[in-house]
Each structure stands twice: as C-alpha cells, then as structure tokens.
C-alpha cells in the first residue's frame, strides 16, 4: 500500500514528513520512516486484512508540528472488473474523477489527475485503492477526456477515459455504474411512513412584510389589565404597570436598552420610580425587560428576564388602540409534556419516555393569531378537545414542568395584553391518537408585531422564524432535551404535512427506528454506510474529521441551511467549498459520496423526507444573557472595528420570493455566503450562528469541539490565526489587540 501526503508551510519550508502506522489488533504504532522531499510518499508491505491507523506528522523550519490521522480498511483482492474509471457529481458543474489503482502501477511518485488530457492537471490522492481528483468548471453537454498520468508510464499508455458531461456521474462502461455500487440493494430497512398523521391541512400564512419593529405608541395611553403601557416625552421615560401583571415588587428591576447605531449596540438604563433619562437621540430602536417574580424554569439566571418587543421611534407614532389589523401563522405538533419538564420529553422527537405513547400518535397542527387592536384571538385546527389555553406564568412550575398561569382561557387572549407585550403561553389538549393530555411547546407572540420572544434582535438568529429552547437542567431525560436544541423546524411553517414531513425525516437523518418503542438509539438505522447524524452531530458540527476525495473535512451543522440558500444576493452554496448551489443538490452529493448510496435508488419518499428535514431546520436564540457576560458587548464592537464583520457579515435578509415560511426575513447568520482563499485554498465564509449552543451540547457529551474546514483547530483561537491570506490583515488587526480585547472577541464568538 502506498500512502500520499501533500504538506506546505505559508511562513516557512516544511523539514520533513513522518508516517506512523499501527496494524490491525495492535495497540502501538510504528514509524515507516522521515521524507524530506517531494512527493512525500511511503510503501507498506506485507498488509495484514483489517483496519490501520495511519498519522502524518509534519515539521516546519521552526519546528513546529502539524498532524492528520485515518483509518484505511485493508481488505484481500478480487478479480472484479468494470469500475477501473468512475465520474462522481460533486455539484453542478464539479466532479471527482476516480481511476481505480492497478496492481502494475508504480507505489511511489505522484500521479496527476487530468481534466481533458493535457488541460488542468492536479496532483491525485489514494483513497481506499483509488486515484482521486474533484474537477470544477464542468460545461454541460461538453465531451472531456480525463486522465491519469501515471508515474513512470509512457504518454501513450496513460489511462483515459472519454465521457460527455451532463450534471451527473458516468461510470465505466465496462458496467455503467459507479465505483463500488453503492447502497442496500433494495432498502427494507428504511420505514418512512409509520410514524406519519397528518390531515393535510393548510393554516394561514406568516404575516406578510412585517415589520422590523413596532412604532412608538402615543402618550397617554392606558395599560391593561394584565400590560403596560408608556410615555416618551423628549428623553424622558415614564411608565405604567397593569394592575394584575405578575412581576416583581416595585419596578421589577424594569430596563430600558436602545440603539441609535442600527441595533448593531445598545445603551442600558434603569428605571426608577417609573421613570428614567433615555440615553439615545434621534431615531432609535429600543426594548424593555423586566424581572419574573419567581425563577426555576433552568440554571440560567437570564431565564427570570421578561422580554417585550421591539419599538423604534422613527416615523409616526400610533395610538396601540388601533394599528392595522393583520394574521400572523404557524405549525408544529403536540408535545408529551409540559415545557421544561424533568420528567419526560418535550423537545426531544422520539417516543414518550415517561410511558408507553408513541410520535405518531401525537396531533400536528396549525397555529394563527388574529390580531386586531384590543382584541388579540389565537385560533388553532388541533384534532381533538383543547382543554385550555394559559399565559402569563406566576410561580414556579412543579418537577412535572407544570407552570402556573395568572391567565386560563380558551381560547385567548382578547384585551388583557398591552401593545409590544410578549405573551407566553402552553396550550393543553386531548389531540391526535393519544388519549392524554398533550401541549404545545411554549409559545412566544408579541402584541401589534407577530411571532416572537425576545425584543433584542441580536439575539434572534433567524429573525422571527427562531425557536426559543428553554430546557430543565434536571430529571433523567434533560440530555436528551438538550440534545434536540437543533433539531426544531422553523416557527414560521404553516401546513400540517411539512410538520409531519419533518417529523419522518428526523427519524431518517438520525437513524432512528420508528418501530422500535420508546427507541433513543440514534445512528442505529443507516442508509448505505452510516446515518447522516453519524457525522451531523445531532444537527449541529461534527467531532470527527472525515477524509474526502477533497481532503480532510469537518461536517458542519445543518441547522438553517434553507435560510442560508434564500438569502438575497448569495454567491455560494453549500459544502465547505461552497460547489452545491442548494440544499436539496448538497444532500444528494453527501449520499453519494459520503453513505456511497444512489439517491435515486432510495425507495419512496426517502430522499424527500431526508431534503425536507434539512430544509426545515431552524437557528435557535442565542442565550438571552449573553450581553449579560462579560466581554461579550465590548467583543461585539471589536469583532465590527477590526474587520471580522467583512466577510462574517452578521445581517442579512431573505428574498421576496422564496417560499412563504422563508421569505423576508431578517436573519444573523455572521456570512457572506461568498468564497474567500486564507491562504488554504477557496471556502465558504462558515456562518457562525448557532456556534454557543454547538460548543454547549458537545461538552456536554464530551464530544471533541474543532473548527475550520479540516478540522484541524482545536481552539478558537487557533482558527483566528489560521485566518491568512484574504483574511490576513484582519488577523494583523486582531493580533495588535491587547489579550483582554482578544478574550473579548472569543467570547462574544463563543455565545452566537
């Protein structure tokens, strides 16, 4: 076996490689020896069968080290023939050529990968027995003729192999197939309809054009029963409590912070008494938040907060008694127990854990709020008897994650909630196949606006289609709901069958078996060599590098990639290369070339369910206490001044046309979603969202936390310093910070 290895120093020359190998059953390794000159290359022989750990360490003129490890499976030879040649679709207009090693050729030298004979020839890399090269530009309809140049050959006797391009793969025409046929040839395994129930229907759609923040309200206006309400005279805050408002004593330590800079900051101010000097001028966006008379939902003390919504004060003002009327729509399915729960599952998507009720007897429905002035009337098509509605939680919930409610209704709300309010709410129903009691997550809607919890935008991710996950921090199952932080659709879906279609997909990504009751066993159930959460960590970043024909790369997350694919004016798509220009082509690439599956060959609605899931995953809150820690507001500001923000851009918008549950939204992904060389060749600018609840979940399964497209940074820290080339002077700009200002930086990273 020959092992290549390709090794470059941006700074300095590479001294030299070492291979260490360990053989199959061995627990040690051992050197096969130092090269110190092109092509790095090393011969083992006399292969045991099994699998071999192989590491390459390289050593530069400063002798620092740098490392990357594989496991190759040696396996003894067949006589088999027909895939000596193979054209592997990578995207588009991308392909891997792939020439199958024959047992005459050269284990030493480089071999060059050709895209038209002479035309764009690259260094190749051996991958388990074959010669592999990823080929862009690819024109359709055009006839290539690629070639292998192999070391020590003569010209005229150098594989080829003549195919015309169509977009997708061509195999030896020895057999039409592609390396090594992939996949279960008929797939029995794969049940994408048991946990299925759904009545198709269609529930109003998300607001249209809404807008980013709600308009000052008029002075004088009186607060409800169970709201608020404010004046604004100059600078001069006063306010005005409900009579029947649960919240602290006094002023329940009430805050105001605004934005004068486009919420990029904002200034905070106390209120005393009731009133308070404003801190901003002209135009500013601004919210409030208070304090929960009692907290226990978590650990997280920013969980006491309560949140209103966002106000502005450019344009004109409105009276809260009569802003235009308008329907704002949403989707989701029935939850086993409360919200917060410690003794079951409410997040998590499996089986009831606390008894014997499955998934698929739990009701998807659609949910939809009519709001008109002073008459706010949430409607829902839940299949069965709705017991009632609650909102405004006034004490501590009990283990069971009950919560106590100052408000029971049903439906609700009517005229108890003030202007710009955030209702809270879990409605409790006898739905669906199951005969107990089920609720809705906890809900978020905020009066004259629309969907939505938290009034600071920063800390919606996904503008008003972000979930906000507040889970019990105690109880048997709080891994598990921890583990589903991710793995929530967008709250701006409006049709039962996309609920569903997500519910099925989940169990296909994850490798969950829906027959099998109560099952946690993630990974379990496989399509072709392993399941997609196998390498997406439960919808997140992986932990383990995985070697691909492009080289070594960490999976990213697949939360929010449909929004990443709508935004307007992208100029990349997905993989770390950015080569797939939508989701729906990325997941196809990935069964091909990661689980060695045709994805044409998945039997009924598979490839749908598994496109749909990917695509309806959401970015989650932040945590509301971030700009609570410290360093984080100041790392903000840092993160803008010294360049980071030009390329992890941290605004964007999605397009008017896309579909209706992902049009016009104002998401914080930190991307351009553009291409940028830092000096390791062209990549994605990565987004960041989402990176302070990936960094949480992984700890808490003590799984590996690395960055950058290989892998290969164990710190953030690190990744920032391997930030060269297009990237090169913004690092210049970080290195010049003093430590605390670095630290700043990282930890405001470290809560996205």
């Not at 195999?171 to 046929?181: L, Q």
């Not at 409006?494 to 994850?510: A, K, N, P, T, Y």
């Not at 892998?711 to 953030?716: A, E, F, I, Q």
Request: a negative charge; proline letters at 6%; charged letters at 20%.
């Amino acid at each position: 076996m020959t092992v290549s290895a390709m090794a470059d120093d941006s700074d300095g020359n590479v001294s030299y490689l070492e291979l260490f190998y360990s053989e199959p059953g061995s627990g040690s390794e051992v050197s096969a020896g130092m090269v110190s000159n092109t092509p790095y290359s090393w011969t083992l022989e006399a292969l045991l069968e099994g699998t071999y750990g192989l590491r390459v360490v390289a050593t530069d003129d400063d002798n620092d080290t740098a490392e990357n490890s594989r496991f190759v499976d040696v396996v003894a030879a067949d006589s088999g023939s027909g895939d000596d040649f193979a054209v592997i679709a990578t995207g588009a207009n991308s392909a891997i050529f792939s020439f199958k090693a024959q047992p005459e050729w050269p284990t030493g030298g480089t071999f060059y990968s050709c895209k038209d004979l002479e035309v764009d020839c690259y260094p190749a890399a051996l991958l388990d027995g074959r010669w592999d090269r990823e080929h862009n530009n690819l024109s359709n309809g055009q006839t290539y003729t690629a070639q292998l140049k192999v070391p020590g050959m003569s010209a005229d006797n150098f594989p080829r192999y003549t195919f015309t391009w169509n977009g997708n793969g061509a195999g030896n025409p020895g057999d039409g197939g592609n390396p090594d046929e992939p996949g279960d040839p008929d797939f029995a395994h794969l049940d994408w309809t048991s946990n299925s129930l759904t009545n198709g229907r269609v529930g109003p759609a998300p607001r249209a054009n809404p807008p980013a923040a709600l308009r000052t309200p008029i002075n004088g206006a009186a607060p409800t029963s169970h709201g608020f309400a404010f004046d604004i005279n100059g600078n001069q805050l006063s306010w005005r409590w409900g009579p029947q408002i649960v919240k602290g004593g006094g002023d329940s330590g009430l805050e105001m912070h605004c934005s004068d800079d486009g919420n990029m900051t904002f200034k905070t101010v106390g209120v005393s008494g009731g009133s308070a000097a404003i801190p901003c001028s002209g135009d500013y966006n601004y919210f409030f938040r208070y304090l929960h008379p009692s907290h226990s939902l978590n650990n997280n003390p920013a969980h006491q907060w309560i949140w209103t919504g966002l106000f502005t004060t450019e344009g004109s003002r409105v009276d809260p008694n009569n802003y235009p009327s308008f329907t704002d729509g949403s989707a989701n399915w029935m939850r086993f127990r409360h919200p917060v729960s410690h003794d079951g599952t409410t997040a998590a998507i499996l089986d009831a854990q606390h008894n014997n009720d499955l998934l698929r007897n739990l009701d998807r429905y659609n949910i939809w709020v009519d709001d008109s002035p002073g008459n706010v009337q949430i409607g829902f098509d839940v299949d069965g008897n709705v017991i009632r509605n609650e909102s405004m939680r006034n004490t501590a919930g009990g283990p069971n994650g009950q919560q106590f409610f100052a408000l029971t209704q049903n439906p609700g709300f009517g005229n108890v909630f003030s202007y710009g309010q955030v209702i809270q709410f879990e409605v409790s129903a006898v739905a669906g196949n199951t005969g107990a009691q089920t609720y809705n997550d906890f809900s978020y809607y905020t009066v004259g606006l629309g969907w939505g919890n938290y009034g600071d935008p920063r800390l919606n991710p996904a503008g008003k289609a972000s979930t906000t996950m507040i889970l019990s921090d105690n109880g048997t199952y709080s891994h598990l709901e921890y583990n589903a932080i991710f793995t929530q659709p967008v709250t701006t879906l409006h049709s039962e069958d996309m609920v569903d279609d997500f519910l099925l997909g989940h169990h296909l990504f994850h490798g969950i078996d829906p027959n099998k009751q109560g099952s946690t066993d993630f990974d379990e159930v496989k399509i072709g060599d392993r399941s997609c959460g196998d390498c997406h960590f439960r919808d997140g970043r992986g932990s383990e590098i995985i070697q691909t024909a492009k080289g070594p790369r960490l999976p990213p997350p697949t939360y929010g990639v449909k929004l990443l694919e709508v935004i307007e004016g992208r100029e990349a798509g997905f993989s770390w290369d950015g080569s797939a220009n939508t989701v729906a082509e990325q997941v196809r690439n990935a069964l091909v070339l990661d689980h060695g599956v045709d994805p044409d060959a998945l039997p009924g609605r598979v490839l749908e369910l598994l496109t749909t899931y990917t695509e309806v995953l959401t970015v989650p809150a932040r945590n509301p206490g971030s700009y609570d820690l410290p360093g984080v507001a100041e790392g903000d500001v840092l993160f803008n001044d010294i360049g980071c923000a030009g390329c992890h851009t941290p605004v964007q918008t999605t397009r008017s046309d896309a579909p209706t549950h992902l049009r016009d939204l104002t998401l914080r992904p930190y991307t351009d979603m553009k291409t940028w060389d830092l000096g390791e060749g062209d990549f994605r600018t990565p987004p960041l969202w989402g990176l302070g609840h990936n960094i949480r979940m992984l700890e808490k399964n003590s799984r590996a936390l690395l960055y950058m497209h290989d892998g290969g940074s164990t710190s953030l820290e690190d990744a920032i310093q391997r930030h060269g080339g297009d990237a090169a002077s913004v690092r210049s700009s970080y290195n010049s910070l003093s430590g605390s200002q670095q630290d700043a930086v990282k930890a405001f990273v470290e809560t996205l």
